[in-house]
C-alpha cells in the first residue's frame, strides 16, 4: 500500500514561486510519480511526471519551463517547484503514483494524495 499526503500549496500573487511538497510512504520501488490538478468545473489534468530511476520526466506544454518536478527517495518527498505562476494555474494539485512507466491519463494511477490548494491571484 501507498500512501501520499500533499502540503505547501497556498494563495501567492501572479509571477510568486511556490513549492508544493508530497510525502511518500510505502513500497514505492518502480514506482512512477505525477503531479496532476483540477481546477473547479474542470478535469484532472497532468502536471509533471518522473520515473523512478529519475531517467524520464515528462512536463505538460502549459508548465514547460516554469515547473520542475523532483524527488528525494531517501526523504521520500515528491517535489513540485512552481516559478512565475500565473492565475490560470490556480488548482488543487494532486501527487500521484503507479507502477511501471509515466502515463499522462490519471486513470493510470493507482494512488493519490488528498491534494493541496494552489491559488495565484491577478
Known amino acids: 500500500q501507498v500512501h501520499l499526503v500533499e502540503s505547501g500549496g497556498g494563495l501567492v500573487q501572479a509571477g510568486d514561486s511556490l513549492r508544493v511538497s508530497c510525502e511518500v510512504s510505502g513500497r514505492t520501488s518502480g514506482y512512477a510519480m505525477g503531479w496532476f490538478r483540477q481546477a473547479p468545473g474542470k478535469e484532472r489534468e497532468f502536471v509533471a511526471g518522473?520515473?523512478?530511476?529519475?531517467?524520464?520526466?515528462y512536463y505538460a506544454d502549459s508548465v514547460k519551463g516554469r515547473f520542475t518536478i523532483s524527488k528525494d527517495n531517501a526523504k521520500n518527498t515528491l517535489y513540485l517547484q512552481m516559478n512565475s505562476l500565473k492565475p490560470e494555474d490556480t488548482a488543487v494539485y494532486f501527487c500521484?503514483?503507479?507502477?511501471?512507466?509515466?502515463?499522462?491519463?490519471?486513470?493510470?494511477?493507482?494512488?493519490w494524495g488528498q491534494g493541496t490548494q494552489v491559488t495565484v491571484s491577478s
Open positions: 500521484a503514483a503507479r507502477k511501471g512507466s509515466i502515463f499522462t491519463v490519471p486513470q493510470n494511477y493507482d494512488y
Open positions: 518522473i520515473g523512478w530511476n529519475f531517467g524520464n520526466i
